[in-house]
DNA sequence: GTCTATAGGTGGATAGAC
DNA sequence: GTCTATCCACCTATAGAC
């Protein structure tokens, strides 16, 4: 029981980074299990489809997520401190050669089972809940400017615009790229008084 | 010889479509063959492997995409406009259920033959020369507002923030969400002398 | 839990008739 | 240019021994 959950993990493991870099469609169950030195029998009884498999990978994905959130939350308590936080977990997925896991499958949304499409789904609505009410919390504080936006709005157009730019950072191999659209989203939410630049 | 360009074309519009809902590894020879009720080995004879294909539709997908940008800077004077069209360009292709194809096989681009990822960065180098172009002009015509920021950096976000608000938007099926991104980061570029809100 | 073996289907691609 | 027919590699998934 406790190899069958270590088992489980690897095998998520290999297929997660396998769907951050090649996509959902772009790796098969010989792809694991030439990687894992195991058969590919062996991985249907762990996955016994190749969308169950995507769904463990994306709820997994998100549950890690919110643990990293907490963690901010718990760490942190400036909202410019946690948005920093918040894109260095992009940042690191990037750093990593890989592609955000829900932004990949987003791209394929179209060709997935229906449970693959309603988690995904949860990850972005999770982190759009997170962000909103940290930026709403900045505002109040006065550590954050909306210029008369919705905080909604802000953050959503925060998690479009890291995904579309760790996407694009990706073709060019650069994570520099990443770097300087974070950097402008975050300056872009800076209170008006004097603005400074990130390092 | 005329025949033979209308079936390439017809073969490219459906393939587009296909890549730009489904993705690249999203879709066979048999979904087109069977779209345009002709046999697979008839779409060989017009594009001899799957990534001749893939090349082929990023091309012209480009060079559409110039020709718009021509026909804007031939339409519009001040920058503003200019980029109010840009991003209706993006906004008519997410309207229609798609995903930008450069986008979409942005996400995918491991797994391509390398003809297919230059001709995808290049796509992403010709946005950013223009848009560099229009918003370093705006900026001197008072239209725009950097603050303090590069053009060049201006354009890398706006590029990815586009794609991304459409990969996210796509899961929602809310061309909403993509409006109210992109009004952010138009606004985001406006002077601060006195900011009005897009309708 | 992991294996061998295999089913049943689809992938891209080719040969050769018309 | 389009067809029929076919190749072979690969795909997801299952049956049944160990």
Redesign the pocket.
Same mark, same amino acid.
């Given at each position: 029981?406790l190899?069958?959950?270590a088992?489980a993990d690897r095998i998520l493991d290999a297929a997660e980074r396998f769907v951050q870099t090649r996509g959902f469609n772009g790796f098969?169950?010989?792809?694991i299990a030439s990687e894992l030195?195991? $058969? @590919?029998?062996?991985l249907?009884?762990?996955f016994? $489809? @190749?969308?169950d498999l995507g769904r463990a990978l994306i709820v997994r994905y998100r549950e890690v997520f919110v643990r990293l959130l907490s963690e901010i939350d718990d760490e942190t308590k400036r909202a410019t401190e946690k948005l920093a936080r918040y894109v260095a977990l992009y940042r690191a997925v990037l750093s990593d050669d890989r592609m955000c896991l829900c932004g990949m499958v987003a791209a394929e949304y179209a060709t997935l089972p229906k449970a693959m499409q309603e988690e995904i789904r949860r990850f972005f609505s999770v982190n759009e809940e997170w962000l909103t009410s940290v930026i709403a919390g900045g505002v109040r504080a006065g550590d954050l400017d909306l210029r008369g936006g919705a905080a909604l709005d802000a953050a959503r157009l925060l998690i479009g615009a890291l995904e579309g730019a760790m996407l694009v950072a990706r073709t060019y191999k650069s994570v520099d790229r990443f770097d300087a659209a974070a950097r402008r989203l975050l300056e872009d939410l800076a209170p008006a008084k004097r603005r400074r630049r990130a390092s």
């Open positions: 029981m190899d069958a959950m088992t098969s169950y010989a792809d030195d195991v $058969t @590919k029998a062996s249907h009884y762990h016994a $489809t @190749k969308g």
